[in-house]
């Protein structure tokens, strides 16, 4: 198992405060320590320990990575607690993939403070004698990233608020085309450990992209120049959120073992993007046309989006 933090994060976890945490180097030790309690697993009501624990720091930026081998239990129900969430600010997720002894990808799953806890039914390992050779599931992460897109509530918003103003398809084709070629460039970038962000940097300033496209429509009104622009520049940020995910889910912090899931990962944002944009651009070309639509709700939908912007860029910073 694989689990990625900032230090600030990771501090939080082990349930001190920020006012107590030393310097990087004093905190390595407690940190390196606090490894076997980050997940817990437990089948048929007994929990098991650890065989084998590592700790990867990364820098003030890059944070910590954990990471936690278990031997494998026997088939049936295997139960996977994440505690240290109830320790974090509320907007923070923990991304659980699991993959058996081929290293095929079983499930993903995002867990919260909510909900810091899943159930997954284990199938009986493969045959010894059928021999195998370690793979990276192209179909799991494709399905990862379609997830990680359509529940990147955050992300959608942006991308609607973007065309929300556009009078015609034609100006709506560089947005698109700059947001996808922005957020595919920084999240390539970030999985191959090239150019990282973390969370604490990354969430923020992906809420204010959302504030900012919010703001920018009230403002100008009828037709907005350089939305393209806008598209580019904060699509680079909503790379290195995608990242993040994909990070904790691929094999490796990065080099070539990294790029089959990073294709398929990408592929599967890309095609949850398209599903959102075919619904959106359907609504657009039928609402449209109507007066009442553009004089009213287009700044009303606007207001709403820079109220929640302004909300999540709170959550991620003050209110963490």
Not at 1 to 21: F, H, I, N, R, Y
Not at 83 to 94: G, I, N, W
Not at 127 to 155: C, E, N
């Amino acid at each position: 198992m694989t689990v990625g933090m900032d230090l600030e994060s990771a501090w939080l976890a082990m349930g001190e405060s920020l006012e107590s945490a030393p310097n990087v180097e004093g905190s390595m030790p407690r940190v390196r320590k606090y490894a076997a309690e980050v997940y817990r697993l437990s089948t048929g009501g007994r929990v098991l320990a650890p065989s084998e624990t590592d700790v990867d720091f990364r820098g003030a930026e890059g944070g910590v990575v954990f990471r936690l081998v278990f031997a494998r239990p026997a088939a049936g129900p295997l139960r996977f607690d994440a505690p240290y969430l109830a320790r974090l600010p509320s907007y923070h997720e923990a991304d659980l993939v699991v993959r058996n002894e081929m290293n095929k990808l079983l499930r993903g799953e995002t867990l919260t403070a909510a909900k810091p806890w899943v159930v997954l039914q284990l199938p009986s390992p493969a045959p010894a004698s059928v021999p195998s050779r370690p793979t990276v599931s192209f179909w799991g992460f494709l399905k990862l990233g379609i997830k990680q897109m359509l529940t990147g509530y955050d992300h959608i918003l942006f991308l609607c608020a973007l065309l929300l103003v556009c009078r015609s398809f034609s100006s709506m084709i560089p947005i698109i085309l700059c947001f996808t070629l922005a957020h595919s460039l920084t999240l390539a970038l970030s999985a191959l450990n090239v150019v990282t962000v973390s969370n604490r940097v990354a969430g923020p300033l992906i809420a204010v992209s959302v504030a900012l496209v919010g703001l920018d429509n009230l403002m100008r009104r009828g037709r907005p120049s350089g939305r393209w622009l806008l598209a580019l520049a904060f699509g680079l940020i909503h790379g290195f959120g995608f990242a993040n995910v994909l990070r904790v889910a691929g094999p490796s912090a990065g080099g070539t073992s990294m790029i089959r899931p990073l294709l398929s990962f990408n592929l599967g944002v890309e095609l949850g993007q398209f599903a959102v944009l075919v619904i959106l651009l359907l609504v657009l070309w039928r609402l449209r046309p109507r007066p009442a639509f553009v004089r009213y709700w287009v700044p009303a939908i606007s207001a709403v989006v820079l109220l929640l912007g302004v909300f999540w860029v709170l959550q991620r910073t003050v209110l963490a």
